[in-house]
């Protein structure tokens, strides 16, 4: 199996099946796969589109990039809530303090900023001290012991949208319902989390600025979860 084929067969419109979806992720993490040629098929995939079972894919494949926290044994119900991020935009830093107090366990892989939105974890970052890097045993620890924890994407958790992230960001392929249902699907997958709450923008100040954008992202985002066994509804 050859990248270069990989690219030109998305480049034509075709679907790429799950083995060459999976040949792409591992070798972007591993390094065999250079970013020039993970760049293109971003871009490919942006002006042609990804499909659901394409979508699904690639969830599956950056979650088996590093490890996956399994919460099971700790007692209650562990929830996530995820915003797709614009301008200003500081809803977990106030959502998920007030979830953990009413007695939830919150457990949350968050990002940085993409294109003109701020991330979480670059608010996070300003405060003196804070780590985003946790392990995946750390953050197991913090979510069993005080009720809450965040992190970004580590060598550990979901390296493959580490990389693609930060590529995304760089190549003007941020605006991508797919692209961006995978990335934020991966990190909800990667944490355990029973439930799910997606805040879902849209506007001048969002990803996407019209409000049917919105609704297709919020319906691919509900079906993945669905499909991962989360139970998951999402706002506009």
């Known amino acids: ?20 979806i999976a040949f792409w992720l591992k070798g972007c993490v591993n390094g065999t ?10 871009m490919a995939g942006r002006i042609r589109g990804f499909s659901q079972a ?7 494949n950056m979650v088996n990039s590093g490890e996956k926290v399994y919460l099971d044994d700790i007692p209650g119900i562990k929830a996530d809530k995820h915003s797709t991020g614009g301008v200003g935009d500081k809803t977990s830093m106030i959502v998920m303090p007030i979830v953990a107090a ?8 968050s990002g940085r900023g993409l ?37 970004g994407q580590t060598a550990e958790l979901v390296p493959a949208d580490k990389k693609l992230y930060s590529l995304r960001d760089l190549t003007a392929t941020v605006d991508s319902i797919p692209l961006v249902a995978a990335s934020i699907m991966s990190k909800k997958i990667a944490t355990g989390a029973d439930v ?25 985002m509900v079906g993945l979860a669905h499909d991962s066994g989360i139970r998951a509804a999402a706002v506009l």
Not at 54 to 60: K, P, R, W
Not at 197 to 214: N, P, R
């Open 1 to 20: 199996m050859l990248m270069y084929d990989i690219i030109r067969k998305k480049r034509d419109g075709e679907e790429l099946t799950a083995a060459e």
């Open 33 to 42: 796969i250079p970013d020039y040629q993970t760049a293109a098929l971003l």
């Open 54 to 60: 394409e979508t699904l894919a690639m969830v599956t």
């Open 102 to 109: 009413a007695g939830l366990k919150v457990a949350k892989i």
């Open 115 to 151: 294109g003109h939105t701020g991330g979480t974890l670059d608010k996070l970052q300003s405060i003196a001290g804070f780590r985003i890097d946790l392990t995946a045993d750390e953050f197991k620890a913090q979510v069993r012991d005080i009720g809450i924890a965040i992190t």
């Open 196 to 220: 799910l709450a997606l805040d879902v923008k849209f506007g001048s100040g969002a990803v996407f600025e019209d409000i049917e954008q919105g609704r297709e992202l919020a319906r691919v």
